[in-house]
Nanobody, 126 residues
Framework: QVTLVESGGGSVQTGGSLRLSCAASGITTSYRQMAWFRQAPGKEREGVAAVYEGGSPTYYADSVKGRFVISVDSHKNTLYLTMNNLKPDDTAMYYC???????????????????WGQGTPVTVSS
């Protein structure tokens, strides 16, 4: 059984930083394509960042490029999202996702991801 558990969300002011964690069980994160998605109130879920099997390469949505970093700790079997220079538009529920198996290409299409966490909330105030 695959379980993904996110943590690290919270409330920060504009310009602040947070690091989200996604602890995985039932899969090996370094062998899977993993990603972070987010859903703001009243909006559709959108892809934020993805990392290919083995920890590279990485891919980012334009809205977070240069501010967010996705990474994998194979020893802890944990996926991270380090978020810097946060903006109010980053306010959302953040979800961790894992691909079902081997992926031919790196991306943020939801159909690539079979396993999802329950989410952790991030609020950025101005």
């Amino acid at each position: 059984q695959v379980t993904l558990v996110e943590s690290g969300g919270g409330s920060v002011q504009t310009g602040g930083s947070l690091r989200l964690s996604c602890a995985a069980s039932g899969i090996t994160t370094s062998y899977r394509q993993m990603a972070w998605f987010r859903q703001a109130p009243g909006k559709e879920r959108e892809g934020v960042a993805a990392v290919y099997e083995g920890g590279s390469p990485t891919y980012y949505a334009d809205s977070v490029k240069g501010r967010f970093v996705i990474s994998v700790d194979s020893h802890k079997n944990t996926l991270y999202l380090t978020m810097n220079n946060l903006k109010p538009d980053d306010t959302a529920m953040y979800y961790c996702a894992a691909a079902r198996g081997h992926c031919l290409w790196l991306g943020l299409a939801e159909e690539q991801y079979a396993y999802w966490g329950q989410g952790t909330p991030v609020t950025v105030s101005s």
